[in-house]
């Protein structure tokens, strides 16, 4: 293996058995075949990729995409079905909450017990010692059972003895998302370090503005497939993409400049398509807790969101036009209807919002069998993080206001950024700095 590689991954499969019965996995286990009912879920399919040294790398894709199968192949928890793994370097790795903790160990016992088993002696993990109960941070609980520990508290010292033994290579799955806003700075200001002092990180996180903001490298995985790698940009996109609906296959057809609409190749393409017909909103995950009401005699009967290239997706960069749109049909006539959204947090609180009265885009009478189509364009500069988006249509009826269709919650919206600013809303502040004594 190439001297700059950290980790390279060969062709790696990943099979499991699933079984119809108890009884068909115990024969299944002892090796028996004949007979027994059971059906192959292919976990990874034959995926392949190299981690320079020095590198920060992160792995994207949605649940069941195969992303923490990989990291355990990678570490040694899970063998792979078929191809092999290259490592140079000693890895530390965060799995999962808690993982190679003994609950009934005390904090210290578990950080010499972690220490141990990654091949530590004493005496180094004495040296250490020091800097992992700083780094979590969780006072006198150190020396009760971790059983008795908060979630927070089990990340704060999982982490801080895999990041503090000095590894070479630091692998990380989703273990971020237990700690609070303070303890994650705290940490990826250590992976910071990290990078600075040429170490290799490779972490799953479903944050794609940490993958944006740290990566050098990003690779998506999609039902075992390896989808594509490159910039955490050029990944995200795709990542994108396939959020939308659109399929490897086509997503792979586009890049190589053959891809037509409606789900043909160039080369094969048919005349007709059924793609006017599919609603936009079907390329969306709708809130099964959508809370819809109002007295209906005007309906919304689709929307969307479309980021600056104008393709379906719920993931919005920061700093870039997007589009909410939807279509509204009335049954009855409506003076002067109303159209309107609002980003909430998943707290509930009101973030940002307008609508047609507010910027003086009145449509006069809607009249019954009328459709509108709504299209609110914006920049996008709410914080990186998750939004809720609420739209309707209202309307003011004798000076009361009448809500004929509204969708509360119906999306959900991820916003991308590598720089946030504090509050919601970042201003887009220009700044210099002038240095006026001699």
Known sequence: MDKDIAIKVNNVSKIYNLYDSNKDRALGMLGFRRGVKYREHHALKDVSFEV????????????????STMLKIITGVLSPTSGSVDIDGRISALLELGAGFNSLYTGIENIYLNGTMIGFSKEEIDSRLDDILEFADIGDFVYQPVKTYSSGMFVRLAFAVAINIDPEILIVDEALSVGDAFFQNKCFKKFEDFKNRGKTILFVSHDLSSIERYCSK??????????????????????????????????????????????????????GSNESEKKWKDSFQINPKLDEYGIMDAKITDFAIMDEQGNLSATLIKGYKFHIKYKVEFFEDVQDPIFTYTFKTLKGQDVTGTNTMYENTGVGLAKKGDVFVIDFEQEMFLQGGDYLLSISCTSFVNGELTVHDRMYDVLLINVVSNKNTVGFYDMNSKVSVEKINS
């Open 218 to 271: 990003a690779i998506l995985l999609d039902h075992g497939i390896n989808v594509g790698e490159g910039t955490p940009g050029e990944t995200i996109n795709r990542y994108k993409k396939l959020m939308s609906g659109m399929s490897v296959k086509d997503l792979k057809a586009q890049e190589e400049g053959t891809y037509v609409p409606g789900g043909a190749s160039a080369e094969n393409a048919s005349a």
């Open 52 to 67: 320079n040294k020095g590198d920060c790398v992160g792995i994207i894709g949605t649940n069941g995409a195969g992303k």
